[in-house]
C-alpha cells in the first residue's frame, strides 16, 4: 500500500458514512490505499455502522475513549501500516482524484507537509455560520489556487485534508492532546520548526459538508480562546503567530474597543443578535446577509477576547 488515510469521528454517524463513500469512490488503486477511522468515544452506533460496511480497499475501525481531534489522530497515524498518512476530517467530501494528488505530490518531492484544498460542500445547510465559512475558509483557498506557490505560514496549518510522512509525525511526536483545539498551529509551528517544506496541493480538493450554526460558531471562539492561551503558554517564543499575537499586531484604538466590549458581552449579543438572526432568516437578500455575518464575525471576537481576559493572559500591548 501506498498511503494509509486516517479519519477521526465523533457521534457523527450518518456525516462520515458520506465522507467514507467517497473515499471508497477515488480512482487510485484499492489495493494501495487503506482506511482507518478512529471512532473517538462515540455513542450514535458510528462504530457498529462501519464495520457493516463492505469497503473496496484495506478498512480498520479503531474505538477509543474520547481524546479529541488530537488524540483521535495520534492513534490512527500510529496503526498506520504505510510510510505516508492522509489526515482527513470526518465531513469531508473527497474529490475523486484526492488520495492519487496527495501521493503524486510526495511521489515528486523531498520531505514535505502536504496541504489540500477546502471548500463549502454544495449540499450543505445554507446558513450564517456557512456563509462565514464560505467567506474565511473557502476564499483563503481560492485565493492559494490563484497562487499555489505563495509561501506557507504556521498559522496557516489545518490538517483536515493534509498528508505527512508517518516517520515525521513519529519523530515530533504527533499531535499534542492536551490541546482540544489549535493543534493544528501547536503541530504547525513544530513542523515547520524541524525544516519541513509545507507544499499546497491545490488538486487535492475536500468539500466540507458544514452543519454548525451561529451559536455553535461563539461556543467555538471561547474554546478557541482557552486553546490561544494555552499555546502561547507552551510557545512564547513566537511572536507573530497565533489569534492572539494578531489581536496585539491592531492598533490601539481597536484594542480598546474590543476590551470595553469583551467586558459585557452580554450587552453586545443584546445588539448583534437580532442582526445575526436576521441575517440568518434573510440570506437570499445581500444587505442582510452582509450585515449577518459581520455581526457574527464581531460576537465570535468579542466572546473570544472576553474568555482570553478571563484567564488572565498577559497582553503584549504596544
Keep these: 500500500m501506498d498511503i494509509s488515510v486516517v479519519v477521526p469521528t465523533f457521534n457523527r ?46 478498512f480498520r475501525v479503531i474505538e477509543q475513549e474520547n481524546l479529541g481531534l488530537a488524540g483521535a489522530r495520534n492513534s490512527g497515524y500510529r496503526a498506520a501500516k504505510t510510510g505516508l498518512v492522509l489526515f482527513l476530517d470526518d ?24 496541504f489540500g484544498a477546502l471548500f463549502l460542500s454544495a449540499d ?3 446558513s450564517l455560520a456557512a456563509e462565514c465559512f464560505k467567506r474565511e475558509i473557502g476564499a483563503y483557498h481560492l485565493e492559494r489556487k490563484r497562487a499555489p506557490a505563495t509561501p506557507y505560514r504556521e498559522r496557516e496549518c489545518v490538517f ?26 501547536e503541530f504547525g509551528t513544530r513542523l515547520f520548526a524541524s525544516g519541513v517544506l509545507p507544499r499546497y496541493i491545490d488538486n487535492a480538493i475536500a ?11 461563539i461556543r467555538e471562539a471561547e ?7 494555552m499555546y502561547e503558554r507552551k510557545h512564547p517564543e513566537t511572536e507573530s503567530l497565533g489569534e492572539l499575537a494578531c ?3 491592531q492598533a490601539r484604538w481597536k484594542r480598546s474597543l474590543h476590551r470595553i466590549a469583551a467586558f459585557s458581552p452580554v450587552a453586545a449579543d443584546v445588539f448583534l443578535g437580532p442582526l445575526c438572526s436576521m441575517g440568518d432568516a434573510f440570506l437570499g437578500f445581500p444587505i442582510l446577509r452582509n ?11 468579542i466572546h473570544w477576547l472576553r474568555k482570553v481576559l478571563e484567564l488572565g493572559m498577559p497582553q503584549k500591548e504596544s
Excluded: W
Design 291 to 301: 450585515l449577518g455575518v459581520r455581526a457574527l464575525q464581531m460576537r465570535r471576537r
Design 124 to 126: 450543505s445547510p445554507p
Design 223 to 229: 474554546a478557541f480562546a482557552v486553546a490561544d492561551v
Design 91 to 114: 465531513d469531508m467530501l473527497c474529490d475523486p482524484h484526492l488520495i492519487a494528488a496527495h501521493v503524486a505530490a510526495h511521489s515528486r518531492s523531498g520531505l514535505i507537509a502536504g
Design 13 to 58: 454517524r450518518e456525516i462520515v458514512m458520506r465522507t467514507l463513500s467517497t473515499l471508497f469512490a477515488q480512482d487510485f488503486p484499492a489495493a494501495s490505499y487503506e482506511v482507518i477511522v478512529v471512532v473517538d468515544g462515540s455513542t450514535d452506533g458510528t462504530a457498529e455502522a462501519l464495520r457493516r460496511m463492505e469497503p473496496p480497499c484495506n
Design 160 to 185: 483536515s485534508n493534509s498528508s505527512l510522512p508517518r516517520e515525521l509525525l513519529l519523530a515530533l511526536g504527533g499531535f499534542d492532546e492536551a490541546f482540544r483545539m489549535r493543534e493544528d498551529l
Design 207 to 217: 468539500y466540507q459538508y458544514y452543519i454548525k450554526s451561529s451559536a455553535d460558531l
Design 247 to 249: 489581536y496585539q499586531k
